[in-house]
Nanobody, 118 residues
Framework: QVQLVESGGGLVQAGGSLRLSCAASGRAFTIYVMGWYRQAPGKQRELVASITSGGNTNYVDSVKGRFTISRDNAKNMVYLQMNSLKPEDTAVYYC????????????WGQGTQVTVSS
């Protein structure tokens, strides 16, 4: 089984940037779809971005042009570069892995808090 550990969250002012990282351990990392979800207080968890092992990407409309998902299969890592952050990006961000495209959901990380102040 794959285990996931996120890092890189924090507090940033609006317009700033953060880079989230997710370290995956376990077997067959390269065959999985990887994704980042987020959940704000009182809201449902939503898919932010996902990426296939070959590098195809998918983004929710609200982050297109601001966020970039990438992965390094050799290092078993997936990243989410977040630029031009807005207060509405504030949420707990979760890394996920799975076989479904574009919504991987078989395994989840513990989450990392991102807070954007206005």
């Amino acid at each position: 089984q794959v285990q996931l550990v996120e890092s890189g969250g924090g507090l940033v002012q609006a317009g700033g940037s953060l880079r989230l990282s997710c370290a995956a351990s376990g077997r067959a990392f390269t065959i999985y779809v990887m994704g980042w979800y987020r959940q704000a207080p009182g809201k449902q968890r939503e898919l932010v971005a996902s990426i296939t092992s070959g590098g195809n990407t998918n983004y929710v409309d609200s982050v297109k042009g601001r966020f970039t998902i990438s992965r390094d299969n050799a290092k078993n890592m997936v990243y989410l570069q977040m630029n031009s952050l807005k207060p509405e990006d504030t949420a707990v961000y979760y890394c996920a892995v799975g076989s479904n495209w574009p919504r991987p959901s078989d395994r989840w990380g513990q989450g990392t808090q991102v807070t954007v102040s206005s």
